[in-house]
């Protein structure tokens, strides 16, 4: 069934619209076949058209979000393995973000504590000394965290530690921008227990976005939304660092950083 639903998949790019509509009613077939799943993770791995994986990777995920229950219990185990293996395997970035978008719909009904093997992969590729690597397992982390903080709680201070070295990466502004994005999506389940960790992170913080804002100022705009997090969720974690705060926002000239940032400040 892989070689035929690849062959719809092309169908699917083809600038024919009457072949579009044909590929489209087959795949409307094929979907009714619950062979779909492992036909499309063979897709998936197997094509050697980054495009094509990449839908059959956007096909699972759409497959994943509607009707994860109606996925057999066998189809689900090797789901999450092929896509790990997929991810592992995969040299294409856009390739690469459509499978963390698909383990980011997973994880929010394969919970951590279900899918070890998501963990250790995210540990061994964040902690790899090869840069890409690094950058890689930091994009997984950031899609997957964002999809479902609160499972991922007893592993805050494990991941707190691990952003104290990547925001000192400086020659990897992709990984910092990754680093910062988990890091706003964890904050507002952040504990009492963790709060020392994240207040030590902020110097190291601004640090980051200093640079990144050399490097890409569109990923900067969005990493700088940690600083509305922080005062929305825990200001008393940036109390003791307002002067810094204050100086990098003059200094980088967002003067609507730094208006919110005074009248939250003084609300609290």
């Known amino acids: 069934m892989s070689g035929e639903l690849e062959q719809i998949l092309l169908q699917l790019t083809q600038p024919d619209n009457a072949i579009i509509q044909q590929a489209t009613a087959q795949l409307k077939l094929a979907f009714k076949d619950p062979a779909i799943i492992p036909a499309l993770c063979a897709v ?3 094509s050697q058209n980054p495009q094509i994986r ?23 185990e090797s789901l999450k393995a092929v896509v790990l ?24 009904h394969e919970t951590p504590d279900r899918w070890p093997a998501l963990f ?20 997984l982390l950031s899609k997957v965290v964002e999809s479902n903080p609160e499972p991922f709680k007893p592993h805050y201070r494990q991941l707190l530690q691990l952003f104290g070295t990547v925001l000192q990466d400086l020659d990897n502004p992709t990984a910092m921008y990754y680093c910062i994005l988990t890091l706003t999506a964890m904050t507002a389940y952040t504990g009492t227990e963790e709060m ?5 992170l902020v110097p190291r913080l601004i640090i980051a976005l200093k640079h990144l804002i050399k ?13 509305d997090e922080l005062m929305e969720s825990e200001v008393s974690i940036i109390v003791p660092h307002i002067a810094e705060i204050v100086n990098f926002c003059l200094e980088v000239r967002t003067e609507l950083l730094l208006i919110i940032f005074v009248i939250t400040f003084c609300l609290h």
Do not use: C, Y
């Open 196 to 200: 020392n960790l994240m207040r030590s």
């Open 44 to 46: 998936m791995t197997g």
């Open 54 to 76: 990449q839908s059959a990777a956007v096909m699972l995920r759409m497959r994943v979000k509607k009707h994860w229950k109606k996925i057999s219990l066998d189809h689900r």
């Open 215 to 227: 490097a890409d100022q569109g990923q900067a705009s969005e990493a700088m939304e940690v600083f």
């Open 120 to 139: 250790t992969l995210l540990n061994q590729s964040t902690k790899s000394n090869n840069p890409t690597d690094r950058q890689v397992g930091l994009l």
């Open 85 to 108: 293996q997929a991810f592992q395997q995969e040299t294409e970035h856009t390739v690469r973000h459509s499978l963390s978008q698909l383990s980011a719909v997973m994880v929010k």
